[in-house]
């Protein structure tokens, strides 16, 4: 792609495990976010992570940044069947406009 | 309202046929964004109102998709004559104009051509 990458596409984990999912983006930056969504509908807002911060948690949510690297990396930490959803992160550069990655699927078993 | 509604919520419509989706942003979210989202990929940018300013339209497909904005406010996006690789998912958000803010999200109208 010629904007990102999300990596994996699809990961499949038992409950309690820890799920990372990986973005890579390819222009400068003000901030990336983290986005879910469920059963292909609307997005809900997870995390935002400015260029100038390098981690960042809430909950049972951290993400890093390494603009150096231009990636990001979400992890999710003991997680729940609740948590199955498809993961994206988003960019913004010098636009208002994010940039969205193609995502992750996650799937907790019970 | 206290989210950003959509409608409808699908549509099912035959090639060839236009088609309207409406989007009722969050009050007071100046800058709104329209999204399609195909089965299993990710979002592609469509166009983006703020405020008063002209809309970035570099991401409608074909002149066969078009969208205003009035009053600031309701966003309605046209697609006319419709194919059925329009098919797909499409989201309406809106936010603060600001680069530090989350975008909210509709729940999407489901729009299948046949």
């Known amino acids: 792609s010629q904007q990102g990458e999300e990596d994996p596409q699809a990961l499949s984990i038992q409950e309690g495990e820890n799920a990372t999912m990986n973005c890579s983006y390819k222009?400068?930056?003000?901030?990336l976010q983290w986005y879910r969504q469920n059963s292909g509908r609307g997005l809900v807002h997870l995390i935002l992570i400015r260029s100038n911060e390098r981690e960042k948690h809430s909950g049972r949510l951290r993400v890093t940044l390494d603009t150096s690297k231009k990636s990001s990396s979400l992890l999710i930490t003991a997680s729940r069947a609740a948590d199955t959803a498809s993961y994206f992160c988003a960019w913004r550069g010098g636009s208002y406009i994010p940039t969205f990655g193609r995502g992750t699927s996650l799937i907790v078993h019970p | 309202g206290a989210g950003v509604s959509q409608s409808p919520s699908n549509k099912v419509t035959e090639k060839g046929k236009d088609v309207e989706l409406r989007c009722d942003p969050i009050?007071?979210?100046?800058?709104l964004y329209w999204y399609r989202q195909s089965l299993g990929q990710g979002l592609e940018f469509l166009i983006y109102?703020?405020?008063?300013?002209?809309?970035?339209k570099s991401g409608l497909p074909s002149d066969r998709f078009s969208a205003e904005r009035t009053g600031g406010s309701v966003s309605t996006l046209t697609i006319q004559r419709t194919q059925q690789e329009d098919s797909a998912v499409y989201l309406c958000a809106s936010s603060l104009v600001s680069m530090n803010t989350e975008a909210f999200f509709g729940q999407g109208t489901r729009l299948t051509v046949v």
């Open positions: 222009t400068s930056i003000n901030n």
């Open positions: 109102f703020q405020g008063n300013s002209a809309p970035d």
């Open positions: 009050s007071g979210h100046t800058a």
